[in-house]
């Protein structure tokens, strides 16, 4: 089963503007990690966050995690065309290997 | 430096054929892992190896799917009796050590015939 849950599962915005995709799960992690995907081949990572930390920027990244609610957000500043892809969030278990991940968001940024 | 490298890029091959996929992770990285990810879905965990033993391969489907490290670096997934089910993209992923960022290669994309 996948753990985790993107949200929402497509997203169209103008360039320019931000985006945000959710991410919940499950069960207790060490840490949460968010990757890009283009073209259904090879993960690009773009921020891990342990589950002691709240919040994590990384250029125009900001990613949040909520271990109460457990979820976890990721937002894009200043969308480009070049963001455009899918984005997957994938949970570090605190039992079991292996990250678990969700169907992830697809991302399309209007020039 | 170089990052994760996976060969072949695509692999066609006739039902209950042998295959065997190569995975080269980052120089250094002790941690390696195996994903299986179909058309629209996330990447599946199959199994992880920290230096040459596999410690968890709880994700391997059945008896079919096996994986090797012999010398701590290099990984293959040898797949038998392949089975058009197993038609997916095979993504191989290192990291420092367990609890890391993963970093992922590229991919092998099986279509089994």
């Known amino acids: 089963s996948q753990q985790g849950e993107e949200d929402p599962q497509a997203l169209s915005i103008q360039e320019g503007e931000n985006a945000t995709m959710n991410c919940s799960y499950k069960t207790s992690i060490n840490n949460l990690q968010w990757y890009r995907q283009n073209s259904g081949r090879g993960l690009v990572h773009l921020i891990l966050i342990r589950s002691n930390e709240r919040e994590k920027h990384s250029g125009r990244l900001r990613v949040t995690l909520d271990t109460s609610k457990k979820s976890s957000s990721l937002l894009i500043t200043a969308s480009r065309a070049a963001d455009t892809a899918s984005y997957f969030c994938?949970?570090?278990?605190?039992?079991?290997?292996?990250?678990?991940f969700g169907k992830g968001t697809h991302l399309i940024i209007q020039p | 430096g170089a990052g994760v490298s996976q060969t072949p890029s695509n692999k066609v091959t006739e039902k209950g054929k042998y295959v065997e996929l190569r995975c080269d992770p980052i120089?250094?990285?002790?941690?390696l892992y195996w994903y299986r990810q179909s058309l629209g879905q996330g990447p599946e965990f199959l199994i992880y190896?920290?230096?040459?033993?596999?410690?968890?391969d709880s994700g391997l489907p059945n008896d079919r799917f096996f994986a090797v490290r012999p010398e701590g670096s290099v990984s293959t997934l040898k797949i038998q009796r392949t089975e058009r089910g197993d038609s997916a993209v095979y993504l191989c992923?290192?990291?420092?050590?367990?609890?890391?960022?993963?970093?992922f290669g590229p991919g092998t994309r099986l279509t089994v015939t």
């Open positions: 992923a290192s990291s420092l050590n367990r609890d890391y960022e993963q970093y």
């Open positions: 190896f920290q230096g040459t033993g596999a410690a968890d």
């Open positions: 120089s250094g990285h002790t941690a």
């Open positions: 994938a949970t570090d278990w605190t039992i079991g290997d292996g990250l678990t």
